[in-house]
């Protein structure tokens, strides 16, 4: 058998992810932690990073790199009630950047804490009962769920399947109260046995979305375990159960790829919590706990064949799962705007651009969004593709949120944005992302305001055409589920992938490599001339790439 890695020793000695985290924090020399708690820290939702935008500027003055922290929130489903909002507003500006980041995993990342600053953070967090357990890690991550109340009668209680998810799966290590939150420690180990991750956690990361057809917003095939909700007559009756989805290639590494989850079966709403677990088991115990690259579940999976998989998970919940139940995918947007759910509440759809949520010349979207919680008449949930909705608004306040939204110019901005900008992801990349190779969330507004001239000439800027960008071939901004992506392979080069469909159910191929921006607008004009010309009526961008085979 293969050595383990290195971080499969470090989860081991951790304590209970504990690490030396307390004397990294009473280190006053250095604003970084130890090698080791690094690694630790990410189960309690944060990432040591640095200001890769000053590094030269220090290093010629010999000075250490600028560390900071960033920390990520658990919420499942990417809910957020309008006090939790103010709290988490609050923090943003007394401890980050100020920067509210939406996350394409609906939920909201703050970045640039000092690491003086960590623990009054994840204090003020925990006061308005947030927390960021569970967000980062070889673990089951932020549980995401379709976003839109109009979807289904039974959205809310589809809903509550990510909070229960989540909860279904949270460690039961008391470290991050210990540590963070000053609570007193533990003295009968017994209380935190682990029956799920027991001392090794998982091979690697895990993430769980739901999605409730025909709207698949939330990407599910994109994760490791995907749930589609099956509702017959306006009644949840249970999830068709999809696995091993995940995105992550590294370049030059022809053992990695992409991968969309297979559906292996049906399990009605008393068993999906069971199988759900035992996907995870199955994981815990099958997955390649060596190389890092090829940890994932869907390396697993392929390892060792979807049936033996499928069965491994049948055997262990002691039931086989039925048969796939019918569902179809006709689109991946969010619906912007206004719109009534089915329970009668109003909700707004804002377009964030990238997930930004800041005040800067332009227009005032963190004032506005603070604005609109302190009236307490919504409450707020975040899209996979970085927006967020203000969402429960009763028909007697609607007016008052619009008169806020109006105020602050944010219908004029939803209303204005292209369809292309607002189907569109980035990432974070520079200047904080270390694994970043080239700009992502800081290049693509720009990139898309020189790509909308093209779509306008060649008379296509009615469709909604799905561009995604990451800085690098980890995919963090699902860009080869999209129908045009572009993966950074250096400062100003992307590597571009086309072909994906609209509604997330088909992965792009790759088309160039490394192109720069005047190659970007030249190929891409290319293929609008061509589709323009030869599509037939109705035919996504996507699709015609595949079916003209032009990759
Ligand atoms: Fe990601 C690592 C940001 C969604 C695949 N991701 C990172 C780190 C933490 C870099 C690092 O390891 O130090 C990035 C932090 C950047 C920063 O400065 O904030 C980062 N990932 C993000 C976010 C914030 C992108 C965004 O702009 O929204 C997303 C946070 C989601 C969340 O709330 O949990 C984010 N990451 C994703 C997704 C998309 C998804 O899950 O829907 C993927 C592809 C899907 C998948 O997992 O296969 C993704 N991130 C990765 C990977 C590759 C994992 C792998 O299988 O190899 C890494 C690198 C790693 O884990 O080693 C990574
Ligand atoms: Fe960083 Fe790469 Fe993820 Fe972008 S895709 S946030 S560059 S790890």
Known sequence: MSKPSAIEGIKIASDGLRGSINESLKDEITGAIREDDKAVIKFHGMYEQDDRDRREERAEKKLDRLYSFMIRLRLPGGFLPPEKWIAMNNAADEHSTGVIKITTRQTVQLHGILKSHIKPTISSFNEANLDSIATCGDINRNVTCASHPK?????????????????????????????????????????????????????????????????????????????????????????????????????????????????????????VLKVVYEVVTTQRDFGNRSDRKLARLKYTVDRMGIDHFKAEVEKRCGFTLDDTKPYTFTTRSDYYGWHQGENNLWYYTVFVENGRVLDDEKLAMKTALLEIAKTGKCNFLFTATQNVIVADVKEEDKAAIQLLLEQFKIIEHTEGASLIKKNSIACVALPTCPLALAEAQRYLPSLLEKIEPLTKRYGIDDENIVIRMTGCPNGCGRPYAAEIGFVGTGPGLYNLHIGGDNQGERLNIKYKDSLDEKNILTTLEGLFAVYKNERVKGERFGDFVMRRQLV
């Open 151 to 271: 979807q289904s009668a039974v959205h809310a209680e589809v809903f509550a399947y990510a909070d229960k998810i989540s909860q279904l799966l949270m460690p039961k290590t008391k470290a991050y109260y210990e540590i963070w939150l000053d609570e007193e420690k533990i003295v009968d180990k017994k209380e935190e046995e682990d029956p799920l991750y027991l001392d090794k956690y998982l091979p690697r990361k895990f993430k769980i979305g739901i999605a409730i057809p025909p709207n698949n917003d939330s990407d599910v095939f994109t994760n490791d375990l995907g749930l589609i909700a099956i509702i017959e007559n306006n009644e949840l009756k249970g999830f068709n159960v999809a696995v091993g989805g995940g995105l992550s290639t590294t370049h030059g590494n022809a053992e990695t790829y992409a991968r969309l989850a297979t559906v292996i079966g049906y399990a009605p709403l008393d068993k």
